[in-house]
């Protein structure tokens, strides 16, 4: 990884989500950051110049996230009235392009000149371009299309060019994840302190994946992959897991009237002939998903173990203080006006947490043979 991740104390950092007016930034910033579902993000309206958002992710990293609005006037305000305003101390530039766009060639050109100011304002910053809304091309077409447009934008990407990223999205299914989580990765300033203290784990539970997910946006921090488990087809079950996740707080919060960004189960089992799986709290901010063999002592032994090392992981997550697990500071934003915001608690099998809402069983633990 980047030299970024090796310093615990620079925990801000700046994120550029730029990309034209319409190619969907604040759609999925509000499904990954404010538990938004696809069919709500409709609603949001256009951005006005610049959205601010603070977020925290992990307890340890704050990301200052700058949603850019793409119209061509404020293209040219970013580029030479506020350059260094808009273009210093820059982490990470996410790029979206609309892969509908009819203006593909202008679509480069713009990216062209902010690649341009980046590479004079923040040269060691890190550039993830999205293709985006790929879900509007049919399926068989979709690889060699994303092939064809990542190259032809590879190309423009100047000293850029061999580091930048590219990932097919689409706010309907897990792809926006997969993305996401590879930013945040990119973005956690102890990924590898994390990952030795979960390999230990993984030995001392026997487990063939461990996966931790943070608490609120339920995308993957990091995982662990032991045995006949690497060998596992669904290259693609982290980032369902988190898409799946997600849609459940959201319906957990439909049916109950908490807020979704309070909304958490307390733990959810699968127990098969084959292997047992469960998710469970792990610390503040994150959640712990175990994929392990099918033995019931092997169980009860692994969840006391769990309940052992969480002391540990929330060393870890520095700012543990009384707190929700992320919290957004919207200076303008669509979220201000309230539709999302704090409902009263309602419904049976609750329990009041301390402060942040409630805890939800999600009632799926149960056995099933194989
Ligand atoms: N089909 C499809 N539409 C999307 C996707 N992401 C966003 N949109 C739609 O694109 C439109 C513009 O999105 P918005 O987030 O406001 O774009 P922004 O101007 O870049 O912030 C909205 O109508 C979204 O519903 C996607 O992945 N697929
Ligand atoms: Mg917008």
């Not at 319906?251 to 469970?280: C, D, L, V, Y």
Request: aromatic share 8%; glycine share 8%.
């Amino acid at each position: 990884m980047s030299t970024l991740n090796s310093s615990k104390r620079q925990k801000q950092r700046k994120v550029l989500l730029m990309g034209k007016s319409g190619a969907g930034k604040s759609s999925m910033r509000s499904i990954v950051f404010s538990n938004y579902v696809a069919k709500d993000v409709r609603r949001l309206g256009a951005t006005i110049d610049v959205e601010h958002s603070n977020i925290k992710f992990m307890g340890n990293l704050m990301l200052n996230l700058w949603d850019c609005g793409g119209q061509d006037g404020f293209m040219e305000n970013y580029l030479h009235h506020q350059r260094e305003h808009v273009f210093g101390s820059v982490a990470v530039l996410i790029f979206v392009f609309d892969i509908e766009s009819r203006e593909f060639q202008a679509d480069v050109i713009n990216y062209a000149n902010i690649v341009s100011a980046l590479e004079e304002c923040s040269p060691g910053a890190k550039i993830f371009c999205l293709i985006h809304k790929m879900d509007l091309v049919q399926t068989k077409l979709r690889q060699p299309l994303f092939e064809e447009r990542a190259e032809y934008i590879r190309a423009a990407s100047e000293s850029f060019r061999d580091s930048v990223d590219f990932f097919p999205t689409s706010i309907w299914d897990q792809t926006l994840y997969k993305a996401w989580t590879q930013i945040i990765y990119f973005l956690i300033p102890n990924a590898s302190t994390i990952e030795t203290l979960l390999q230990q784990l993984a030995e001392v539970i026997d487990a063939r994946e461990l996966i931790l997910y943070e608490r609120t946006t339920c995308l993957m921090v990091t995982h662990v992959t032991r045995g006949i488990e690497a060998q596992n087809p669904f290259t693609d079950r982290f980032e369902r897991i988190s898409s799946i996740l997600k849609t459940h707080k959201q319906s957990i919060a439909k049916h109950t009237g908490i807020p979704a960004g309070s909304a958490n189960f307390a733990e959810m089992q699968i127990k098969t002939g084959r292997f047992m799986f469960f998710i469970t709290r792990l610390t503040e901010n994150t959640n712990l998903a175990a994929s392990i063999p099918p033995s019931e002592q092997g169980f009860n032994a692994a969840r006391i173990n769990i309940l052992l090392a969480r002391q540990k992981f929330a060393e870890l997550d520095i700012a543990t203080k009384a707190r929700p697990g992320i919290q957004e500071v919207f200076t303008r934003s669509a979220e201000a006006d309230g539709t999302m915001g704090n409902e009263t608690v309602t419904g049976s099998g609750l329990q009041a947490g301390k402060g942040k809402g409630a805890e939800y069983g999600a009632g799926l633990s149960g056995t099933m043979t194989a």
